[in-house]
């Protein structure tokens, strides 16, 4: 996904503090494999290529463009789900681009993906405070404090908590959006 000429560097934050979210170069580069004793690299596939993009604490940025273009690739380095090719990705000042399951393990309590298709990432199987609750019990918080929680997410989302023992499908898709940011 390219956009014309990367900048040299990010427009900086406008708060004067870090950025949220800083991407320098981003390359992503996936291997295409030949032979089946002894595999070589033949080829790759170029998925993302010297992406830039800086965001601000309570700014929002829309990746926008054609399907296969690397939206979810981006987001996925980001995140620290695949590995980047080259480049950096920085998360609250704290360069992550090589960072560990160990030190991803906080700073995931603080990031979230938030899909285009809200149905497929909510189990139709779960209730929606069991759905929301689930990353709560991850995290380390109290048994007894897990429903009290979910009902405060339901509300700062602009859903009831009376909604917490509903399925997903009983939920319009901009709802089932709002409990996806919410988990």
């Given at each position: 996904?390219?956009a014309?000429p990367?900048p040299?560097?990010?427009?900086?934050?406008?708060?004067?503090?870090?950025?949220?979210i800083?991407?320098?170069h981003?390359?992503?580069?996936?291997?295409?494999?030949?032979?089946?004793?002894?595999?070589?690299e033949?080829?790759?596939v170029?998925?993302?290529?010297?992406?830039?993009?800086?965001?601000?604490?309570?700014?929002?940025?829309?990746?926008?463009?054609?399907?296969?273009?690397g939206k979810t690739t981006i987001?996925?380095?980001?995140?620290?789900?695949?590995?980047?090719t080259?480049g950096?990705?920085?998360?609250?000042?704290?360069?992550?681009?090589?960072?560990?399951?160990?030190?991803?393990?906080?700073?995931?309590?603080?990031?979230?993906?938030?899909?285009q298709d809200?149905?497929?990432?909510?189990?139709?199987?779960?209730r929606?405070?069991?759905?929301?609750g689930?990353?709560?019990?991850l995290?380390?918080?109290?048994?007894?404090?897990?429903?009290?929680?979910?009902?405060?997410l339901l509300?700062?989302?602009?859903?009831?908590?009376?909604?917490?023992?509903?399925?997903?499908?009983?939920?319009?898709?901009?709802?089932r959006?709002?409990?996806?940011?919410?988990r």
């Amino acid at each position: 996904m390219t956009a014309g000429p990367a900048p040299e560097h990010a427009p900086a934050a406008t708060n004067g503090d870090a950025p949220l979210i800083e991407v320098q170069h981003l390359k992503i580069y996936f291997p295409i494999k030949q032979g089946i004793v002894v595999e070589r690299e033949v080829a790759r596939v170029h998925a993302v290529n010297d992406v830039t993009l800086c965001i601000a604490e309570g700014e929002t940025l829309g990746l926008v463009g054609e399907s296969g273009c690397g939206k979810t690739t981006i987001s996925r380095a980001i995140m620290r789900l695949i590995d980047a090719t080259d480049g950096t990705i920085s998360f609250r000042g704290q360069d992550v681009t090589k960072a560990g399951r160990r030190h991803m393990e906080p700073l995931r309590r603080e990031m979230q993906m938030v899909f285009q298709d809200p149905f497929a990432s909510l189990n139709p199987r779960k209730r929606v405070g069991q759905i929301i609750g689930m990353p709560l019990r991850l995290h380390g918080t109290e048994r007894g404090q897990v429903e009290g929680r979910v009902g405060e997410l339901l509300k700062r989302v602009g859903l009831s908590p009376e909604h917490i023992n509903r399925y997903p499908h009983e939920f319009s898709g901009g709802q089932r959006q709002r409990i996806g940011v919410a988990r």
